[in-house]
């Protein structure tokens, strides 16, 4: 979907958020929408900037349902900053702040 990124940038500003949730294939990525960044400027269309983020594997998720399960925290990886290509992403959501 090339106007991805577009449509991400309309959802955030509605929401008034930069707060996202990313999925691709294989992961699942959760950051900081960065659509305003010096940082990323003129970076294009294929490429969404994030920071703050975490990555997990979908395949080693855990699916525990107690209140205090950490057993994820070993199975994600975080970065201060991390440029997603629009081609990999199967589906996103902006996270409302509370």
């Not at 991400?8 to 929408?33: H, P, R, W, Y």
């Not at 950490?70 to 990886?77: I, L, S, T, W």
Request: glycine share 4%; aromatic share 8%.
């Amino acid at each position: 979907m090339k106007d991805i990124k577009k449509k991400m940038i309309e959802l955030a500003e509605i929401n008034e958020s930069n707060q996202v949730m990313i999925l691709t294939s294989n992961l699942k990525i959760d950051g900081t929408f960065e659509h305003c960044s010096p940082k990323c400027k003129g970076e294009g269309d294929e490429i969404i900037a994030l920071s703050d983020v975490t990555v997990c594997r979908l395949n080693d998720y855990c699916t525990c349902d107690e209140d205090t399960c950490e057993c994820d925290d070993y199975m994600c990886f975080r970065f201060q900053w991390l440029n997603v290509n629009t081609h990999k992403i199967v589906g996103f959501s902006i996270i409302k702040e509370d």
